[in-house]
């Protein structure tokens, strides 16, 4: 998917050297005696009507990357800027506006909606917390409801009344209420059936063309990423190893990681699939309360060499257009 041109220019959220460490504690005291560095130095910018890709094994960082961007936890370290300015030094009215331009959905539809409230009642409430008028809201809600393929006489209903699908597009409605600009889609549709997840996907892209949105798409299914994405970026330990558009990065993988998870996923093709090598990971993720030093990848690294162990490979640009840290990146 590719945003319009005129999108391009206009960087919309920013991330900057972003980190974050959650404390170890023990003891009856609960001392602290270390922590878990769970993002190490995270940077990259969304545009208006991009899409970025965070993509990974389970626990490299990329959920607590997005609650960052939205201020929802505060980095260790770094910064992210909204429009240039930087969402952490905002005072609380500063940040009650940047609010209505950055809205989440979550990966759960039914764990993050209230069952005691009516769907009505659900996509207003953002609105009514910013001050929006009664009758508005009401109006807004139906045509909300409407927007992401729902019938606005249902508004009354309660959220187990639905199927899943539907309650993630009334997740998506109430993220959308107070019309923002940049939209950070945790997993959205993981916990969805095959199915299911290419009408949610099909609807995530009609509203981005439609209303300019700008996406954070965190999800660990690589197919559904390349799908939707403009730029991918993959995360291990903490730490972005390739970045860069979509396709290259599919195409072209640059680093080990990258090329052993896209080796994972099934093609369509029988004989295209008995023929490929599949890349077989071994070893265990190493603990993030006890990182690899160097490279973080390199315990599990066919590549790896003695440099991998002193020095950090640093994001290097590649002729295809993305960027990998790796000392011994693919041709």
């Known amino acids: 998917m590719t945003a319009p041109a005129s999108y391009r220019t206009e960087v919309l959220l920013e991330a900057v050297d972003l980190v974050k460490e959650f404390p170890i504690r023990s003891g009856v005291f609960r ?7 769970a993002v190490s130095g995270v940077s990259f910018a969304v545009r208006r009507g991009e899409t970025i890709g965070l993509v990974g094994e389970s626990g490299c960082g990329k959920s607590t990357t997005g ?58 409430e953002p609105m009514r917390i910013h001050g929006i008028g009664r009758a508005e809201a009401r109006q807004r809600t139906a045509d909300l409801l409407q927007t992401v393929g729902l019938n606005p006489e249902h508004a009354n209903r309660f959220p187990h009344e639905f199927s899943g699908g539907q309650r993630q597009r009334i997740g998506i409605a109430r993220a959308l209420a107070l019309e923002p600009d940049v939209l950070v889609l945790d997993e959205p549709v993981s916990a969805l059936d095959v199915s299911i997840q290419a009408g949610v996907v099909n609807l995530l892209e009609e509203l981005q063309d439609r209303l300019g949105l700008a996406y954070v798409f965190i999800a ?31 195409e072209q993988p640059a680093h080990p990681y990258t090329k052993a998870l896209l080796s994972a996923v099934p093609v369509p093709d029988p004989r ?48 295809g257009g993305q960027q990998a840290a790796c000392h011994f990146p693919e041709a």
């Open 31 to 37: 001392r602290r005696s270390g922590s878990v560095q």
């Open 67 to 124: 609650r960052m961007l939205l201020h929802l936890i505060e980095p260790t370290a770094g910064e992210v800027r909204f429009k240039g300015t930087a969402i952490a030094g905002a005072g609380r009215r500063s940040l009650k506006t940047l609010r209505r331009n950055l809205q989440i959905v979550f990966q759960d539809p039914y764990a993050s909606l209230n069952p005691r409230m009516t769907v009505a009642a659900t996509v207003s």
């Open 220 to 250: 660990h299914d690589l197919s559904v990423v390349r799908h939707i994405s403009d730029t991918v970026a993959v995360m291990y330990l903490g730490k972005i190893v390739e970045i860069g558009p979509a396709d290259t990065v599919y």
């Open 272 to 319: 295209v699939e008995r023929a490929r090598q599949r890349i077989v990971l071994t070893g265990d993720v190493p603990s993030p309360a006890n990182p690899p030093s160097g490279c973080r990848f390199r315990t599990r690294c066919w590549k790896a060499a003695e440099i991998c162990a002193v020095q950090v490979p640093p994001l290097t640009l590649r002729p």
